[in-house]
Structure formats: structure tokens, C-alpha cells
């Protein structure tokens, strides 16, 4: 069974950091890799999604990679703002299912 | 604006009552599904529509049933709502498109069962 982990669980950072936050999975066989960043009391938006022939993708301050044969992937997020502050969640997309989700990393911006 | 559409936003149920979550998207995607957010515990699947008139179970379907009315419309049904049943529920839909699946979410339906 697939299962999905995120570390750390929780980052307080200042404004102006580079971070980065971990995805891990157990089996890498999988068809993507989905980054979504979710506020407070909101649904889940979009943010990175790499298919598993693909080792990154880009979208202004944030790069995600993927090594699928070790089962990892990384969400950098360049320059900090308070802006950034919420919760991002990784998530796989294995054949013939829906997404299977890590609890996430709340990450917390100060300015 | 084009997306996923859930009603209610927010719902108080008694033990024992029976309730249907409204899912609406027009995007014209194949793919449906509902998870459930608790705390600790991550999203989890709770049923998913692969095309119309297809459903299945996913890790959590134990007192939902669900409904895919037409390729817009999939509703989630608690037929004996228990206070474990509490959550937030988020419907989803996907399709293939240039750069592979792309999941849409709604904004949830915050649910307590008292």
C-alpha cells in the first residue's frame, strides 16, 4: 500500500528564506507527483504537478523535483514572503487511482 | 469562474440524520471524487467516479454512498450520519490534458455531527 510522508510537519521561518520541504513515498511506481498549497479553512490549489518521465518543474519562486527510483520529491521555495505561509501537501497518482496525499507541512512565514 | 462548485459550505447534523453533499463541476472531466480532511489524518479517498456511471470505493467508504448523476454532478450521501462522520469534505474532479492529470478541488463542506 502506498503511503505518502511529509517532513517536517511543521517550519516557521523569516521572511526572505529559501526552504525547502520533503515528499517521500513508498512505492515508485507511480504516474505523478502533485505539490498543492491549502490557507486556512480553504480548499487545496494547484501548484506543481511532474509526471514520473520528469525530474522537475517550475512556477516563478517554486521548483519541485522528483527522483522517482528513490521515492522522493522537494518542494524549494525561493525568497520567503508572508504570503507563503499554509500548509502544502504532496501527493501521488498511481494507476487507475485517485490521489493518495502526506498530511502535509504547514509552513509559517514571519515578517 | 470554472471549477468545482460544493454545497452546503458548512452543516450541523444529529446522530442518526441523513444528509447528501451537492458536487458540481464544468470542466467536462471524466474523473470525480470525494475525500474527507481530518486532523492528523491527512485527505483520504472516499469514493471516486472514474467516468460516468462508474464508481468505486476508495480507503474510507464505510457509511457513504455515492451518486455520479451525470459527467458534472457527484454527490456523497450519509444515510445514518455518527459523529465520527465530523470532517471536511472535498469533491475533486481531473482530466488528462497537456500536461497530464490536473486535480481541481472545491472549497469543502465543513460537517459536524453532534
Known amino acids: 500500500k502506498q503511503e505518502v510522508t511529509q517532513i517536517p510537519a511543521a517550519l516557521s521561518v523569516p521572511e526572505g528564506e529559501n526552504l525547502v520541504l520533503n515528499c517521500s513515498f513508498t512505492d515508485s511506481a507511480i504516474y505523478n507527483l502533485q505539490w498543492f498549497r491549502q490557507d486556512p479553512g480553504k480548499g487545496l490549489t494547484s501548484l506543481l504537478l511532474i509526471q514520473s518521465s520528469q525530474r522537475e518543474q517550475t512556477s516563478g519562486r517554486l521548483n519541485a523535483s522528483l527522483d522517482k527510483s528513490s521515492g522522493r520529491s522537494t518542494l524549494y521555495i525561493a525568497a520567503s514572503q508572508p504570503g507563503d505561509s499554509a500548509t502544502y501537501l504532496c501527493a501521488v497518482r498511481e494507476a487507475g487511482t485517485a490521489l493518495i496525499f502526506g498530511k502535509g507541512t504547514t509552513l509559517s512565514v514571519s515578517s | 469562474n470554472a471549477g468545482v462548485t460544493q454545497t452546503p459550505k458548512f452543516q450541523v447534523l444529529k446522530t442518526g440524520q441523513s444528509m447528501t453533499l451537492q458536487c458540481a463541476q464544468d470542466m467536462n472531466h471524466n474523473s470525480m471524487y470525494w475525500y474527507r480532511q481530518d486532523p492528523g489524518m491527512g485527505l483520504r479517498l472516499i469514493y471516486y467516479?472514474?467516468?460516468?456511471?462508474?464508481?468505486d470505493k476508495g480507503e474510507v467508504p464505510n457509511g457513504y454512498n455515492v451518486s455520479r448523476l451525470n459527467k458534472r454532478e457527484f454527490s456523497l450521501r450519509l444515510e445514518s450520519a455518527a459523529p465520527s462522520q465530523t470532517s471536511v469534505y472535498f469533491c475533486?474532479?481531473?482530466?488528462?490534458?497537456?500536461?497530464?492529470?490536473?486535480?481541481?478541488f472545491g472549497s469543502g463542506t465543513r460537517l459536524t455531527v453532534v
Open positions: 467516479s472514474a467516468s460516468e456511471g462508474t464508481t
Open positions: 475533486a474532479s481531473s482530466e488528462y490534458g497537456r500536461t497530464g492529470y490536473g486535480y481541481t
